[in-house]
């Protein structure tokens, strides 16, 4: 096993996805911490469905690099959902099951209409489950997740201690003078830039497993914000890893072998803790 | 996943196969020697393997393949051509991809060829056609079937 | 301390405070009290900064700074149960002070622990804040508002949801916080007999809204 495991590590593809594999997912848990302890899971799997749509748009127009398309348009209903807070006209999880879907269903559509590949499923299927998507990615594409993932992470060690306080309580923050508003579009920001980049690695429809699993993983059994986010850090690394490579020394799809794994460091934790 | 889509041309449910028959028998083929052999490979690897060698294809060009996969024809009107492919699916099974490849000897289609879909292993060496309109796509030339 | 001139204060299109004239003196312990959905927090909320206001405006007076105002906002389901140390909650009343720091100095290490001692909490420093009592949780986070602020303390019902022996501990901390430190207390409150008991001034809300 371990020969044709080095035979493969011979392969800069099966490197590369190793390394985007491990940024990704520690940037995901990261922020799925604060995600998951400011009640938004879902809005991690919303937005995956958006970054679908915009998927879907930038293959219609034909655009070359499409990040210029799923990007910004990730990035500005983050923006919506996340920062519309107590005045957005429709509320919460009404908004997020409406974007979602119908990020979803429009997405599907542009490219069943418009595309001129004869493959339709498995364009989608790939994109939604993320069964290669890891392994097939262009020397371009490497560069741009390990950039975006670094950048990322610097920012979530910058601004650690201001997250963790807008995390716990987002009143009292703001009574004493931290610009919430500001924080909270930079998360907002920033878990666009994960959720696109997460999707290379799972697809679209598994990005919330590989946000929230790590999360609850960790938080079944440290106790202090700081451990927690270690924790799910380690948690969503190692799994990600073994995904990995179970996935291409097994034959099975990466995405779903990847949350496989995590609902494995899950079902350990919760055990263990119960 | 984006990939899939800027490469919509070459990946295609059927590949696209080839008949030529021009420059069959110059090859000199040392028995089954294999540079590439994608047999040993798990499928996520084989897949991830063609996929490679379709969007980089001059980093293989020259290479001995060896390949499983299911046998697929199809025959292009606007060329005349048949083409033969050696078709492999993801994990998932609902991406699929394949390889054209052009026999060392010319056969004649369909008698002498498998029947459609039936699995076949072919070994042969992996070269880049390019086409008039300057869009190529790669093949595996000389190929002869293995049992 | 505070002056309000024509406060209005509300979320959206509905206005919950209106046109509202309020001052508040330095070394006073004001209890607001009134039913539910009169307006008490939202006012509190405002004084804190929590809130902007729609018209009128919040006049701080005797130099006090928005610096030197400590809130306690009613606790959220979401905080109940959130993985966090005492230390890193009440550590994290310096935010609005230090900007980028990746760690906390000595000297805010020094007044956490000080302000963890004022309410009887310096035993729970390493503990995890999920697996506190209420009473426990509420005197953390009077600590950590304490941190906050050196003058005034905004306090958003922090005895509801208390049992009795709590309620008493947590009453007393705050005399003592007035008492001895000097405190201004501005406390929102249901119960109207410890109101009686320890305000030196009573605000009823009912009377104020609609």
């Known amino acids: ?274 | 996943m984006y990939k899939v889509f800027s490469r919509i041309t070459i990946i295609a449910i059927l590949c696209i196969f080839s008949l030529s028959t021009s420059s069959v028998a110059a090859e000199n083929i040392s028995a089954n020697h294999v540079d590439l052999d994608l047999t040993r490979m798990s499928s996520t690897m084989v897949y991830s393997m063609v996929f490679q060698m379709v969007t980089e294809p001059q980093k293989f060009v020259g290479k001995r393949i060896k390949m499983k996969g299911a046998f697929s024809s199809y025959y292009d009107e606007e060329s005349k051509r048949r083409f033969f492919g050696c078709v492999i699916k993801d994990a998932l099974a609902c991406c699929s991809q394949g390889l054209a490849f052009e026999t060392f000897k010319p056969r004649k289609y369909p008698k002498d060829f498998p029947s459609e879909g039936s699995s076949i292993t072919i070994i042969g060496r992996f070269d880049y056609e390019k086409e008039e309109d300057g869009i190529g796509f790669p093949i595996i030339r000389n190929a002869i079937f293995i049992k | ?210």
């Open chain 1, 1 to 274: 096993m371990f020969d044709q495991l080095f035979f493969y590590l011979d392969f800069p593809f099966v490197r590369y996805a190793i390394i985007v594999g491990t940024l990704i997912s520690l940037c995901s848990s990261l922020l799925g911490v604060t995600l998951v302890l400011k009640r938004y899971s879902y809005i991690g799997d919303g937005l995956s469905h958006v970054a679908f749509g915009a998927l879907a748009i930038a293959a219609v127009l034909k655009v070359t690099n499409n990040m210029l398309i799923i990007l910004p348009v990730t990035i500005a209903v983050a923006i919506l959902l996340l920062c519309g807070g107590k005045d957005a006209r429709i509320k919460g999880d009404a908004a997020i099951a409406m974007v979602s879907a119908g990020a979803l269903a429009i997405g599907y559509l542009l490219m069943n209409i418009f595309s001129s590949s004869a493959n339709v499923a498995g364009d989608v299927c790939t994109t939604l489950f993320g069964s290669m998507s890891i392994l097939t990615l262009k020397p371009t594409d490497v560069y741009l997740c390990v950039a975006l993932s670094i950048v990322v992470l610097v920012t979530f060690v910058l601004f650690y201690h201001k997250i963790f306080a807008i995390t716990f309580d987002e009143n009292f923050a703001r009574a004493t003078g931290v610009n919430v508003t500001l924080f909270n579009l930079l998360i907002a920001i920033i878990i666009a830039v994960i959720i696109v980049l997460a999707m290379n690695l799972v697809g679209a429809l598994l990005v919330s497993a590989l946000v929230v699993f790590p999360a609850l993983s960790a938080m079944r059994i440290f106790k202090s914000f700081f451990s927690v986010t270690v924790a799910a850090a380690v948690i969503s690394v190692i799994c990600s890893l073994a995904g990995i490579l179970v996935a291409i020394l097994a034959g099975t799809p990466v995405g779903s072998t990847i949350v496989a794994m995590d609902i494995v460091a899950f079902l350990i934790c919760f055990i263990t803790s119960s």
């Open chain 3, 1 to 210: 301390m505070i002056k309000c001139h024509n406060l209005t204060l509300g979320y959206g299109s509905k206005n919950i405070v209106n046109s509202f004239n309020y001052e508040i003196n330095s070394g006073e312990y004001l209890c607001i009290i009134g039913r539910n959905g009169c307006g008490k927090t939202t006012f509190l909320r405002g004084l804190a900064g929590v809130l902007r206001p729609k018209a009128g405006r919040i006049e701080l007076r005797d130099n006090l700074r928005r610096n030197q105002i400590g809130y306690l906002p009613q606790i959220t389901i979401a905080q109940k149960d959130f993985p966090a140390s005492v230390e890193e909650i009440v550590l994290s009343a310096f935010q609005g002070k230090s900007l980028l720091l990746p760690f906390y100095g000595k000297a805010l290490r020094k007044r956490a622990d000080e302000c963890l001692e004022l309410t009887h909490a310096t035993n729970l420093r390493k503990e995890s804040f999920r697996e506190l009592s209420g009473g426990q949780k509420q005197r953390v986070l009077l600590a950590r508002a304490l941190c906050a602020a050196e003058r005034l303390l905004l306090l958003d019902e922090p005895v509801t949801g208390l049992d009795p022996e709590s309620s008493q501990n947590m009453y007393n901390i705050i005399k003592d916080l007035h008492e001895q430190k000097k405190m201004t207390i501005v406390m929102v409150s249901h119960d109207v007999e410890a109101a009686k008991k320890y305000a030196t001034r009573i605000l009823n809300f009912n009377e104020i809204a609609q």
